[in-house]
């Protein structure tokens, strides 16, 4: 799909999702667009609302059911809508869900303690989550990023060098994933900053989608090692450094195919690949 008929698709899906929110009763004066890479999220202002628009029925019910379960438990996240958030419904060919709004002008980023303490919380409570645990583990992170970067056209700017220095740290790196118990503990999958709101002074986590079974670690390396550093749990700090580098080489993999997605995408590129170079020296 080209540029044009992908923002064309893009448009018609954002209209689409407007479109069933008002016939749910939700006030729309226009959608403001939050975030669009592999899901397209808007608040649907001045409703405090957000839609989020993702691809398969199952991924979305289990986010949902997993946010749900969360705010019941207390935990440091922001949850589904009041009234429409408690169901996805089916837009075209994909789902939308509704999840609440929390407005982020004028919001001091959160120091790493105040990120520790509320990571360590949610951690608490993903232990918790019951019927709602996730089988699935961090391995598929790796191994998607790995058959994608075996893929013919796969990131055609990435240097086939590159592409085979990201392929061996994914590969040589997987084994740091692995619980040192089974079935091991639940961890967000994903809490880097842009995954963190700031609600009454205090962080909370959205994007739930990412929710798997794998090391405490994991998360740990998605956020500046300043919050490893107050973070409450036990660490490996072995198995924190091998996580920085899956996490750098992961997110170079996606930002490389992604530099058509903004101007930004490039700088993330190339900086999470010169991390990958740095450690390997």
Known sequence: ????????????LVASAVELARKLGVVVEGPV?????????????????????????????QELAIGRRLCQLGAPVVGPAEGVGHRPYPVDDRYVTFWRYEAQDDVSEPDAASVALALSALHEA???????????????????????LDRPGFAPELADHDRRLLRRTLTEGVGALAPTSAPGPIIHGSPHRMNIVVVDGSPRFIDFETVRRGRREWDLAHLEPAVADHYRGALDGDVLERCRRLVSALTATWCWEGLARGPDMRQHAEHHLETVRSALR
């Open 126 to 148: 993903l232990d918790d989550l019951g019927p709602q645990a996730p089988s699935q583990t961090c391995d598929a992170f790796i191994t998607d990023a790995v058959h994608a």
């Open 1 to 12: 799909m080209g540029a044009d008929a992908g923002e064309q698709r893009k448009r018609g």
């Open 33 to 61: 667009s939050l975030r669009s890479t592999n899901n397209l999220v808007m608040w649907l202002r001045p409703s405090p609302v957000v839609a989020k628009i993702s691809i398969g029925h199952d991924g979305a019910s």
